[in-house]
Every structure is written in structure tokens, then in C-alpha cells.
């Protein structure tokens, strides 16, 4: 059962040796404020650096006193029994160089005048922090993480960890994040420097030495910032046109989301530095592994190692889940083991943070793995010959792979590198839980994505009747496949003509368990017909077959496939 951390206490480290900056400069020196949760095991294996986005700290989990009732940022998905799980995982969160939670940053004392850095502060970039995350990890004793986790600019830090350091991940979970942002993203940054920089108490960056602080400015950059990460879905769900709360102070409002946003500001004036902030930004900016899109990013992530999870959410728009995929295409170019899902939510750009039953299970399933291969075998499913047309090693994509016992089970017996595309939520969960990589994608989408001939065999078991244009989905299996596999129900089987034959309706029995006005099946065929559209689309068939839905042969159907076999089986190539 989860549970709550309880307290926790910070822990500073020091760091006596300079760290030589991406943009040029030189900290000579610098402290890093951490938490950790959990225990390190015997051979430092079990570790888990947890990365924050752009206003989080190193207050992840747990609560800082026996009296507080506000927890760390991701309370819900960190501790005993929690996604990452504090019984199983040393886990590892701190705020980063730059910030304003203990971290050495702008308020920080400048060992060569003796006052506050304030404006001069170097500027630093996700690599940078990366670097510092590394040394930390080397204090700790840490050669390999088993998982490096983050949304947001959380997400984006894994990202760069997978690419600057790849082999000392064994996982990387990047949740609604992107590779690089977009101008608009960069022009609400803007905004919200400009608000700050503005303001009357910021003096060119050196407020400390006034005593004050911008707080109007640093309030409107938190108002702009937070419209962002909200949906229009939630803000109205939230707020509508409700009148302010008589509770609150609602001098000068006269609408709730109003009065929320300005008690957003204020809160957030108190306990963030503004020359923080714009750090912070400028580093968000920076932020690009494809050096401006002068190398693709498959390219970059070429030479990554782990395994990745990528998870996005539909209603955030300023992490759009398209900005996610570009990652996930980029690493299925590079050929290396991602999983993705794109998540329903209400919750815009937040969705990262707030408790969800989907979110949750995909994530748990992802971290269970991360913890411990499966034990005790797979659970054999109704593969037809399928096993016996797969060579060992293969490449093979699995097309509507349901819930991975097919590709488990072709792991364990052919050591495939398998990967499988599958719609349903629930079900990519269960291929998680089986170790699998799978990406969340509608079939009828086509596989642009995809380079010709990276797999050796394309699998799609029962699934063909239900694509809007099957003719299509076989030339893309060939093209992106050496050879494909295809199972589906036979509708010329006797059952299903005596029923409509005899009854005079459309048959609902084992093999079509739906009436026809709910059905997934849009392009019922016969052997004949399947066999008529390969010799038009110029397929060679290698070898077929015919099965019960038990997945065993029977002596009929294999006499006479067409009226006694209830599944056609095919092996299918493009003709020389």
C-alpha cells in the first residue's frame, strides 16, 4: 500500500572544484542543495536522480516538517509503494545550479566581491546542469543510475543525460517535454522577462542591494507562466465566469480566475528570486541537442544506450503531445528501445504533476521494469505458426500488439528485439510489465515513421479487418519489414455461412463476438479474397496456413482452408 516519506530533511553538498561552464564562463566553486528517499543497495545499482522543471527545487517528496501539510512536488508518484518506489529505489532529487532553494544561484554570495551574485551570475544550460548532476552522482558513489526522470525541463535534462553521459543510465523517463522549444514557447519566456525587467525594484538585476524586491514583476511573469500550463478545459472547469471567492482578498477583481491568478503571483514573488527566474528561462531556451537543427536528432541519439519511456498529454499545448513524438520518431530512426503513450488529461502542461489512474499505471509498469526483469516465464498466447516463421535475433514489429504475449513470448524463445504498436492505454501498461517497448499509434496512421526494411518480420495478428484501408497497411508492412506475418478471421468459414445462409444475418459467434452495428470489423475476407489482393499488390505468399482460434491445426482446414478454416495464417514478402 503507498504510503507518505514523512519528514525529510535536506542535505548540502560542496563542491571545491571549478566547473567550467557551456556558455564560457567558470563557477569556481558551488554547493547543491539535495533530498534523497530510500536506501542505496550493496552495489549502488538502485538509483533513481529525479530532475525538476523550471520553478521545482530539490523538495520532491515527503514533507519538511512533522507540522506541514504541503508536500514535495511530486509527492503522489514518490514513496513506499508509490510509481517511484522508495522501498526498491534510492531516489535522488536536487535543486539545480542556478536556483534559489539553497543551490549555489544569483542570491548566492560571489566570492570575489564579497556580495550577492545578483545579475552577474554566469548563465548556464541543461548540459551544465547535467554536469553537475554527474559530479553529484560521482560525491555519492553513483556510477550508473538505474533511471533518470523528469517532466518538463525535468524531462528535457534526462533527455541531454541520455545523450552526454549514455553510459551511466540504464532508463530515462521524459514526460510532456520537448526537444527543443518552439518560438512561441520562447516568446512567453520573453514576455515574462520583460516583466520582471520592468519592474521599478528590479534595478538592472541588483534589487539586494536596494533590499527589495520586483515582486509586481516576478508575480505578472508567474501569472503568464501558469495561463500556460493550464488548459482551457481546466481554467473553465476551475473558475468558468465565477465571481471571486468572498474568502480571499478581492479588492480590484471581478472574476475568480482572476483573483487566482493574482494569488498565484503573489505566492510566487515571496519565494522565487527573479534573477533566478530569468536564469532559469534563458537555460530552457538554450535548450537544444540538434545544435539548431544542424544534426537530426536521430543522429544525436544515436549512441543512447537506455531504455526510454516517453509520455505526453493531450491538452497540453505549450508541450504539445507532437513535441513528444518528435522524440519518440527520432529514437524508433535510431533504432533504440522507447515506449510512448499519449495520455488523456484536462490538465494542460500540469497533467505531469497531478494524480492520474492512467499516468500512474503507465508509469508504475515502466519503473517496475526498471526495478526487476520479469520472473517466472511468459504466458504462452495463441500464436498460430507464427514462432516457427521467426528467426532468432530477429527485428520485429508487432502491428496492434494487444497485451504482449505474443512478443514476450518470441523475447524468451527467439531473442527477438521486439517493438509494438498498440492504441489502447491499459493494454501498453501490460506490455510495460512485460518488459516490452511499445508506442501508443493508430494503425490507420500509417508507418511513416519509420525507415524501410528496419525490421526483419511485421506481425499483425487479427487486426487486419479492423484497418480502414488493409491494402495499404500490407505495403507498409513490406516496406518496412523483409517480410510480414498476417492473421485474421476467415468470413467464408462454415459457421458464418450457415449463419447467413440459414438465420439470414450477419453472424455473431467466437470468431465475430460482435453484432454488426458495433463491430471493429470493417473489411471482412476470405482466403480467396486475401490471396486475389496479394497478387494485385505484387506480394509473394511465402507460406500460409490455417488454425482455430485455440491457435491449433485442424484436418479439415487444412484440406479445404476456405470453407473449414475459422483463421488465416500467412507468410507474406514483396515478389523479386
Not at 535534462?157 to 514526460?175: K, N
Request: one cysteine or more; hydrophobic letters at 40%; glycine letters at 8%.
Amino acid at each position: 500500500m503507498s504510503q507518505s516519506l514523512g519528514v525529510v530533511t535536506p542535505e548540502l553538498i560542496s563542491f571545491e572544484k571549478p566547473l567550467q561552464l557551456e556558455r564560457g564562463q567558470t563557477l569556481p566553486r558551488y554547493d547543491l542543495m539535495i533530498e534523497t528517499y530510500g536506501s542505496l543497495n550493496a552495489d549502488k545499482s538502485n538509483a533513481v536522480l529525479v530532475c525538476h522543471a523550471l520553478s521545482g527545487d530539490h523538495h520532491a517528496a515527503g514533507y519538511h516538517d512533522s507540522e506541514s501539510n504541503k508536500p514535495g512536488w511530486w509527492n503522489h508518484y514518490i514513496g513506499p509503494g508509490k510509481c517511484i518506489d522508495t522501498d526498491r529505489f534510492f531516489v535522488v532529487s536536487l535543486n539545480n545550479l542556478g536556483g534559489c532553494s539553497g543551490s549555489t544561484g544569483p542570491l548566492s554570495i560571489n566570492p570575489e566581491t564579497g556580495k550577492a551574485y545578483g545579475p552577474a551570475f554566469p548563465e548556464v544550460t541543461v548540459l551544465d546542469w547535467v554536469h553537475a548532476q554527474a559530479r553529484l552522482a560521482d560525491h555519492l558513489g553513483i556510477h550508473k543510475f538505474a533511471a533518470i526522470v523528469g517532466g518538463s525541463l525535468g524531462g528535457m535534462q534526462a533527455l541531454q543525460w541520455s545523450i552526454t553521459y549514455p553510459d551511466r543510465l540504464e532508463s530515462a523517463a521524459i514526460i510532456a517535454a520537448a526537444p527543443r522549444l518552439t518560438a512561441q514557447n520562447i516568446a512567453f519566456n520573453e514576455v515574462a522577462r520583460q516583466a520582471i525587467i520592468r519592474d521599478p525594484n528590479f534595478f538592472g538585476g541588483n534589487y539586494t542591494d536596494h533590499d527589495v524586491i520586483p515582486a509586481s514583476g516576478v508575480g505578472l511573469a508567474r501569472m503568464v507562466g501558469h495561463i500556460t500550463y493550464l488548459s482551457d478545459i481546466s481554467m473553465g472547469e476551475k473558475f468558468g465566469r465565477n465571481l471571486p471567492r468572498e474568502d480571499r482578498d478581492a479588492e480590484g477583481v471581478n472574476f475568480a480566475v482572476e483573483q487566482y491568478l493574482r494569488y498565484q503571483g503573489k505566492q510566487f514573488s515571496g519565494r522565487f528570486d527573479a534573477n533566478t527566474y530569468i536564469l532559469m528561462t534563458r537555460a530552457l531556451d538554450y535548450f537544444d541537442p540538434t545544435l539548431n537543427e544542424s544534426t537530426a536528432l536521430s543522429q544525436v541519439l544515436s549512441e543512447t544506450r537506455c531504455k526510454f519511456l516517453i509520455l505526453s498529454f493531450t491538452t497540453d499545448w505549450r508541450f504539445s503531445p507532437s513535441r513528444s513524438e518528435e522524440i519518440v520518431d527520432a529514437l524508433i530512426q535510431a533504432g533504440k528501445a522507447v515506449s510512448y503513450a499519449r495520455l488523456e488529461s484536462a490538465h494542460g502542461h500540469d497533467a505531469f504533476l497531478i494524480p492520474d489512474a492512467t499516468y500512474e499505471r503507465l508509469f508504475k509498469a515502466f519503473m517496475s521494469r526498471v526495478h526487476a526483469d520479469l520472473g517466472g516465464g511468459v504466458v504462452i498466447s495463441h500464436s498460430y505458426r507464427i514462432p516457427d516463421w521467426i528467426d532468432n535475433n530477429a527485428r520485429v514489429l508487432d502491428l496492434g500488439c494487444g497485451d504482449g504475449r505474443l512478443l514476450a513470448q518470441l523475447v524468451e524463445t527467439h531473442a527477438i528485439h521486439a517493438l509494438g504498436l498498440e492504441l489502447e492505454p491499459d493494454k501498453i501498461a501490460t506490455c510495460l510489465d512485460l518488459g516490452l517497448s511499445v508506442i501508443q499509434q493508430d494503425l490507420n496512421r500509417g508507418l511513416s515513421n519509420f525507415n524501410d526494411q528496419q525490421f526483419d518480420t511485421v506481425i499483425m495478428t487479427q487486426t487486419l479487418q479492423a484497418i480502414r484501408r488493409p491494402d495499404l497497411a500490407l505495403s507498409e508492412m513490406l516496406r518496412v519489414g523483409r517480410e510480414a506475418i498476417v492473421t485474421f478471421p476467415n468470413f467464408a468459414y462454415i459457421r458464418n455461412r450457415i449463419q447467413l445462409g440459414l438465420a439470414g444475418h450477419m453472424p455473431v459467434n467466437p470468431q465475430l463476438p460482435n453484432p454488426w452495428y458495433d463491430t471493429p470489423n470493417i473489411h471482412l475476407s476470405t482466403f480467396r479474397d486475401f490471396e486475389e489482393l496479394c497478387q494485385t499488390l505484387g506480394i509473394q505468399i511465402l507460406d500460409k496456413d490455417t488454425s482455430n482460434l485455440s491457435g491449433n491445426r485442424t484436418w479439415l482446414g487444412t484440406i479445404w482452408p476456405n470453407l473449414f478454416g475459422e483463421v488465416a495464417v500467412y507468410r507474406l514478402t514483396k515478389e523479386p
